[in-house]
């Protein structure tokens, strides 16, 4: 299919993560505890400051855009400061940006409805730009509202987190990803297998944003997305492929386990940090004693650690293999 062809079929130029945001709280999927929460805030028109905290692709940032929305309808643009704390992290960025902004009297455009100031990746912020925005919050709290979105909430200094309402959102069920991408893939006219919706959501490990890049992609291929297409475009190794290397590692063939993971480091461009998460996600699915498992698991946190502080994937990985060669299991 040619890049023309490709654009034609079901809108595929436009960014689907864009395309499909939601636009009110009742279109934040997978979080009825939370949007509830927030919805009554907006109706009751008490809006506290808020802290949102959990992984990507959860909703964080739709569920802030979404308040604002429903606080200002078309005019939300206006009374909406957005900015990415890990871009813009240093003490200036409080004092210039968000202190002008909080400043600003919207009394007479907006009534008594308070601006909001939304921090993406919050726990980027230094220490002493963390200590600013805390006095800002306080100084300017008749008039402006803070959102706070972060990865690790024990990264936000507690005189923050006590201002703040704060939610924790997880990783999005397998039932709300499925629920989105066979909505996208109805309105864009892409056939989805049963298979292609397992491996999406598999691929997306409860991160919305990457089951619906994924969806995209696939859908590039060809009007049919199914298994193949799905982890070829996401450099996803299957499930029963990372099993099995681990399977003939435990097993005692470290030369067989050696070559599997070779295939898929090389032959198939997977990330050695990949194998660690899909290998962490599998290990309770590996028919193996418990022992064994929990032996699995602390050579799985042991690679991990050293990859992470710049040890070669490839070494640690074979090591990892090695070390349940060495133990073979029952």
Same mark, same amino acid.
């Given at each position: 299919?040619?890049?023309?062809?490709?654009?034609?079929?079901?809108?595929? #130029?436009?960014?689907?993560? @864009?395309?499909?945001?939601?636009?009110?709280?009742?279109?934040?999927?997978?979080?009825?505890?939370?949007?509830?929460?927030?919805?009554?805030?907006?109706?009751?028109?008490?809006?506290?400051?808020?802290?949102?905290?959990?992984?990507?692709?959860?909703?964080?940032? +739709? /569920?802030?855009?979404?308040?604002?929305?429903? $606080?200002?309808?078309? &005019?939300?643009? @206006?009374?909406? $400061? #957005?900015?990415?704390?890990?871009?813009?992290?240093?003490?200036?960025?409080?004092?210039?940006?968000?202190?002008? !902004?909080?400043?600003?009297?919207?009394?007479?455009?907006?009534? /008594?409805?308070?601006?909001?100031? !939304?921090?993406?990746?919050?726990?980027?912020?230094?220490?002493?730009?963390?200590? +600013?925005?805390?006095?800002?919050?306080?100084?300017?709290? &008749? &008039?402006?509202?803070?959102? $706070?979105?972060? &990865?690790? /909430?024990?990264?936000?200094?507690?005189?923050?987190?006590? =201002?703040?309402?704060?939610? =924790?959102? +997880?990783?999005?069920?397998?039932?709300?990803?499925?629920?989105?991408? =066979?909505?996208?893939?109805? @309105?864009?006219?892409?056939?989805?297998?049963?298979?292609?919706?397992?491996?999406?959501?598999?691929?997306?490990?409860?991160?919305? *944003?990457?089951?619906?890049?994924?969806?995209?992609?696939?859908?590039?291929?060809?009007?049919?997305?199914?298994? #193949?297409?799905? !982890?070829?475009?996401?450099?996803?190794?299957?499930? %029963?492929?990372?099993?099995?290397?681990?399977?003939?590692?435990?097993?005692?063939?470290?030369?067989?386990?050696? /070559?599997?993971? *070779?295939?898929?480091?090389?032959?198939?461009?997977?990330?050695?940090?990949?194998?660690?998460?899909?290998?962490?996600?599998?290990?309770?699915?590996?028919?193996? %004693?418990? @022992?064994?498992?929990? *032996?699995?698991?602390?050579?799985?946190? #042991?690679?991990?650690?050293?990859?992470?502080?710049?040890?070669?994937?490839?070494?640690?990985?074979?090591?990892?293999?090695?070390?349940?060669?060495?133990?073979?299991? %029952?």
């Amino acid at each position: 299919m040619s890049d023309a062809e490709a654009e034609s079929v079901g809108g595929r #130029e436009d960014v689907w993560t @864009e395309k499909y945001r939601p636009h009110t709280l009742d279109d934040v999927v997978g979080h009825d505890n939370i949007t509830d929460r927030l919805q009554s805030y907006i109706e009751r028109d008490d809006l506290p400051h808020l802290l949102f905290a959990g992984p990507a692709g959860v909703g964080k940032t +739709a /569920s802030a855009v979404a308040i604002v929305k429903e $606080l200002y309808g078309d &005019n939300w643009e @206006e009374n909406f $400061l #957005e900015l990415n704390a890990s871009d813009e992290r240093g003490i200036d960025v409080v004092r210039e940006k968000i202190k002008n !902004f909080a400043s600003t009297d919207w009394s007479g455009r907006a009534g /008594s409805k308070p601006s909001i100031i !939304f921090l993406d990746e919050a726990d980027a912020l230094t220490s002493d730009a963390q200590s +600013a925005l805390r006095r800002t919050m306080e100084q300017f709290s &008749n &008039n402006t509202r803070f959102i $706070l979105s972060c &990865n690790y /909430s024990s990264k936000i200094i507690d005189p923050i987190q006590s =201002r703040c309402a704060v939610f =924790r959102y +997880a990783p999005l069920g397998d039932d709300a990803v499925e629920t989105q991408i =066979r909505k996208i893939a109805d @309105e864009e006219g892409i056939t989805l297998t049963q298979d292609g919706v397992d491996a999406l959501i598999y691929a997306a490990d409860g991160d919305m *944003r990457k089951a619906i890049n994924a969806l995209q992609a696939a859908a590039v291929m060809g009007e049919t997305v199914d298994e #193949e297409t799905v !982890f070829k475009i996401t450099a996803t190794a299957r499930p %029963e492929e990372v099993q099995e290397m681990v399977q003939t590692a435990i097993d005692g063939d470290f030369v067989a386990a050696r /070559s599997q993971l *070779r295939d898929l480091l090389i032959d198939k461009g997977i990330a050695g940090g990949d194998i660690i998460d899909q290998l962490h996600r599998s290990v309770w699915d590996l028919e193996i %004693e418990e @022992e064994a498992a929990v *032996r699995l698991m602390d050579r799985v946190g #042991e690679a991990d650690y050293r990859i992470t502080q710049g040890a070669n994937e490839q070494v640690q990985l074979e090591a990892m293999l090695a070390s349940l060669a060495l133990e073979p299991g %029952e």
